[in-house]
């Protein structure tokens, strides 16, 4: 059964959007894979102002995501891999949203928004790194047809992650 997409919309994120990351992302359950505690507000102002040069030099960025109200309900989108670890050179697709909207498609719509808007630029193909315990975002994976290309222990938290790879 196919369930229809949810209404929702992605944008440049603004310097005001920092604050709601900040606020969303405030919530444990939200941080579990992201070593579980929300970060400084200045992490989230720097994100932000990030994301806009990312859009401006790429073409694509970590979007914000709004629902159909036009609050930020969390970010999605892409941006190229910069640890010095991991699939160097590539561009990793990503999202996270604010516990209150789980479970309702706004990941999967924003990510085959995403998957559209980098196959028009011409990326030739995207990347997933993943928390090896995060069923939900593996299950993203899944629905955007993603494969798993890799197994991984991550240099700081040394828990098992997941690279999964789609070909654009």
Same mark, same amino acid.
Do not use: C, Y
């Given at each position: %059964?196919?369930?229809?997409l949810p209404e929702m919309r992605l944008r440049v994120p603004t310097h005001e959007d920092a604050f709601a990351w900040h606020r969303i992302f405030a919530d444990p359950d939200? %941080?579990?894979f992201q070593g579980g505690k929300a970060a400084e507000l200045s992490v989230y102002e720097e994100l932000t102002a990030?994301?806009?040069r990312h859009d401006a030099e790429y073409g694509f960025c970590l979007w914000s995501v709004l629902g159909p109200s036009g609050e930020v309900v969390g970010f999605t989108g892409a941006q190229p891999w910069e640890r010095p670890w991991g699939p160097a050179g590539e561009i990793e697709i990503g999202w996270r949203l604010g516990r209150a909207h789980w479970g309702h498609g706004y990941v999967t719509a924003a990510a085959h928004q995403t998957l559209e808007r980098l196959r028009a630029l011409g990326v030739p193909s995207v990347v997933a790194m993943i928390d090896a315990r995060n069923a939900r975002s593996i299950a993203v994976t899944r629905r955007l047809g993603?494969?798993?290309?890799e197994v991984f222990t991550t240099p700081q938290s040394q828990r098992q992650g997941h690279c999964y790879r789609l070909d654009l």
């Open positions: %059964m196919n369930r229809a939200v %941080m579990e990030r994301q806009r993603m494969s798993l290309a």
